[in-house]
């Protein structure tokens, strides 16, 4: 697991509330609202989620973050922007091993999962992904489907919270995918976007993200944001 961090210009402190969820913007196309494909892995079947009603009077909104029962510890994420580690012409730190750093075991850190594609028995590096409940997580709808097809590229998916240096972390519990959620006719410059449903409610040992979207662009390019992911 490596942890990879933006600094902005300008930067506001924000509560360690604000600081765990993900920022993402509303999802409306050309003014129309999409469709949401689900896809049923165990039962091998396809459904809809249609006619979707957005309030437009909503302009910002955000589920709430849990810290799990694994612990009661959560690591301290620098919110001063660093001048250290930084790739050059960047604001973006270099990558960096997320252990040199952080105990990966605790909040929020445990949250980041590993997504394995299943071929033949064997587990296959695929993506990264965080919990956004006891048994969802989010991650890019072009790690799970085909551009511009809708199609599936896998059939089987496994997910294992903070694994590391190739090892399963023997404190918390891995799950198969039982459902994938995307939106319909997805594109790489909107909505990719995927939710992965678990078989195992295993984010109530680990907790999980806060998600949520906020219309003004402007809140969004304040602040340090925290990346923690496997790269392929």
């Known amino acids: 697991i490596i942890a990879i961090i933006s600094k902005l210009k300008r930067f506001r402190f924000m509560k360690v509330s604000a600081l765990l969820f993900i920022c993402l913007q509303s999802i409306i196309v050309n003014g129309q609202e999409k469709s949401i494909l689900v896809f049923d892995l165990v039962n091998q079947t396809l459904d809809s989620i249609t006619n979707i009603n957005y309030n437009p009077n909503i302009l910002s909104e955000n589920t709430k973050y849990n810290t799990g029962c694994f612990n009661s510890y959560s690591e301290t994420l620098n919110n001063t922007p660093t001048n250290s580690n930084v790739f050059p012409g ?30 033949n028995d064997s587990l296959h590096d695929l993506c990264s992904g965080s919990l956004i409940s006891k048994r969802h997580i989010i991650t890019a709808a072009h790690c799970v489907s085909s551009l511009t097809t809708n199609q599936l590229i896998f059939d ?28 319909d006719n997805w594109s790489l410059n909107g909505e990719d976007i995927a939710i992965l449903e678990l078989k195992e409610p295993i984010g109530i040992s680990t907790g999980w993200i806060s998600i949520g979207f906020e219309t003004q662009d402007t809140l969004l390019k304040q602040g340090v944001f925290y990346k923690f992911s496997y790269p392929t």
């Open 156 to 183: 089987s998916l496994y997910v294992s919270p903070i694994f590391d240096n190739g090892e399963f972390n023997t404190n918390f519990k891995s799950s198969y995918v039982s459902k994938i959620y995307f939106f």
């Open 90 to 119: 960047s604001q973006f730190t270099l990558k960096k091993k997320a252990s040199y750093d952080f105990d990966i075991s605790n909040y929020p850190i445990r949250t980041s999962v590993k997504i394995f594609n299943i071929n």
